[in-house]
């Protein structure tokens, strides 16, 4: 079913599953900071749940994939206001039980803080290789493969595929209290980092693990960020389903 919300004069465009129960638990799924809605791990994941009887509620972020505005106004800020407004909508979608946090790279970051910002109204959350690491690459003056002036930072950095960030999402990710957000939330964690990923260090599940009351950490050997080739994104589809199914 496609889904569309409105944020700020903003359409943000989704889509939800829902199984043909009288009661189910829903799943939102965030996409990473250039992905959208229809990244092939989200909908592997998507299908797993899906399987399990777990709705899922996933959209794309402002200025990606098929909602409005400019990615170049894209900051970890501005979404977590469409994931607050994303949440609201699936709080009110009936005869749901339980709601589940599922965030990929950047959007494991924006899942993260969500539940530190509402750890009553979130049942599990799971982190797929959480890009946590942004605010040690802002203040270094790095994003992606792109380099830049941490001093004197850019209106605009030019990235891979014609994307352009905007100077303020490095300038808000230089001080994201990213991890002291995220440590209200007391409830099962899951952390999953691919073993070979070079866009974030383990590094940051590893933190993640370390501020959480109720967590555990996997690490695929070989994946790389994308957990796209081989199966790899099946072993974390299968790991998130399995956590959210106990």
């Known amino acids: 079913m496609d889904i569309?919300?409105?944020?700020?004069?903003?359409?943000?465009?989704?889509?939800?599953?829902?199984?043909?129960?009288?009661?189910?638990?829903?799943?939102?799924?965030?996409?990473?900071?250039?992905?959208?809605?229809?990244?092939?791990?989200?909908l592997e994941i998507a299908k797993n749940l899906q399987?399990?009887?777990?709705?899922?509620?996933?959209?794309?972020?402002?200025?990606?994939?098929?909602?409005?505005?400019?990615?170049?106004?894209?900051?970890?800020?501005?979404?977590?206001?469409?994931?607050?407004?994303?949440?609201?909508?699936?709080?009110?979608?009936p005869n749901v039980q339980n709601i589940y946090l599922v965030g990929h790279s950047q959007g494991g970051v924006v899942a993260s803080m969500m539940a530190g910002y509402y750890p009553d109204r979130i049942s599990k959350l799971a982190l797929l290789s959480p890009a946590a690491t942004l605010v040690d690459d802002a203040n270094k003056g790095q994003?992606?493969?792109?380099?830049?002036?941490?001093?004197?930072?850019?209106?605009?950095?030019?990235?891979?595929?014609?994307?352009?960030?905007?100077?303020?999402?490095?300038?808000?990710?230089?001080?994201?209290?990213?991890?002291e957000v995220a440590q209200h939330y007391e409830g099962p964690v899951l952390l999953v980092h691919a073993g070979n990923d070079q866009v974030v260090n383990e590094i940051a599940s590893e933190r993640?693990?370390?501020?959480?009351?109720?967590?555990?950490?996997?690490?695929?050997?070989?994946?790389?960020?994308?957990?796209?080739e081989k199966d790899y994104g099946q072993q974390a589809a299968e790991l998130v389903s399995k956590f959210l199914n106990k």
Do not use: C, W
């Not at 829902?18 to 996409?31: G, V, W």
């Not at 777990?54 to 979404?79: C, K, P, Q, Y």
């Open 143 to 179: 994003l992606q493969m792109a380099n830049y002036d941490p001093n004197n930072v850019p209106d605009e950095i030019p990235l891979i595929n014609d994307f352009v960030a905007g100077g303020f999402y490095v300038r808000t990710a230089k001080t994201l209290p990213i991890y």
């Open 208 to 228: 993640y693990h370390a501020v959480y009351k109720n967590s555990s950490l996997h690490i695929i050997p070989g994946a790389d960020h994308s957990f796209y």
């Open 4 to 42: 569309e919300i409105k944020r700020d004069g903003l359409t943000l465009r989704g889509i939800l599953t829902k199984p043909e129960t009288s009661k189910f638990d829903l799943a939102i799924l965030f996409h990473g900071f250039r992905g959208n809605k229809n990244d092939p791990f989200l």
């Open 51 to 93: 399987d399990q009887g777990i709705a899922t509620l996933r959209f794309d972020f402002a200025g990606l994939g098929d909602s409005d505005g400019s990615f170049t106004n894209m900051t970890v800020l501005g979404e977590l206001l469409d994931a607050n407004k994303i949440l609201q909508y699936a709080e009110s979608i």
